[in-house]
């Protein structure tokens, strides 16, 4: 019986909490910083035979008129065409093209204003493969602040 009563208590004793100060509450959580804005440059590589599609939202460091350069560069010995589509409200590629450049093996660029507004400029790169032969490139779209014309 002493065994019982002595097996009790320590079982007892095992499953009660121990004494001591209350539990702290915890910290709260504070809000996550905004994630950074991606300001570019904007990459792409392709390798195929056919047209290639690239999406990207283009962003300023502030909202306004931009000067937009495309550099693209191929393994193709005619070259290829690489455009920008600016991309409307529903979510479709506009017909207009805001640049392009015929891409060769030393690389080509062109420039082209656009206007930037806060929320980004969502565009899509088309590699225009129209002769449907297998060819690597790839380009880099940079935005910098136009320059404002002289009085």
């Known amino acids: 019986m002493r065994l019982v009563m002595l097996a009790l208590l320590f079982t007892t004793a095992a499953c009660s909490p121990a004494a001591g100060p209350p539990a702290e509450e915890p910290a709260p959580v504070e809000a996550a910083a905004p994630a ?15 047209f290639s599609h690239f ?11 931009q000067t937009l350069t495309l550099q693209a560069q191929t393994d193709s010995p005619g070259g290829e065409t690489v455009a920008v589509y600016p991309i409307g409200p529903d979510g479709e590629r506009r017909t207009v093209r805001i ?15 656009v206007d930037v507004p806060a929320e980004g400029l ?3 790169v088309i590699v225009e493969n129209a002769g449907g032969r297998r060819h690597a490139g790839n380009y880099t779209i940079t935005l910098t602040p136009a320059a404002t014309p002289a009085p």
């Open 99 to 113: 640049v392009f450049v015929i891409a060769d093996g030393d690389g080509t660029s062109e420039d082209a204003t």
């Open 122 to 124: 969502p565009v899509e």
């Open 36 to 50: 950074s804005v991606d300001l570019g440059p904007y990459t792409n590589s392709w390798d195929a035979a056919e």
């Open 55 to 65: 999406r990207h939202t283009l962003q300023a460091s502030a909202p306004g008129a």
